[in-house]
């Protein structure tokens, strides 16, 4: 994860739990306060779809981050 914004959305989403509720109920609010790129957003959505993002633990998104590429 190289994208500052990225970096700073990802921990809102796991130490604010107002941003993390915005975040479950709709994740494109959440996700269009942030400077994402087109990939870095579907990169986000992908991975909310596939492990519910905001209730994963540390190594089901690693598991899923490291290989998608898409992060940077």
Known sequence: ?????????????????????????????????????KQEKQAILNTHAKLGLATSNSGQLEAVIGPMGTWS
Not at 2 to 22: G, N, P
């Open 1 to 37: 994860m190289k994208s500052k914004a990225l970096k700073q959305l990802v921990r809102e989403i796991f130490s604010d739990e107002k941003t993390k509720q915005q975040f479950l109920s709709n994740p494109d609010s959440v996700i269009s306060q942030y400077p994402l790129t």
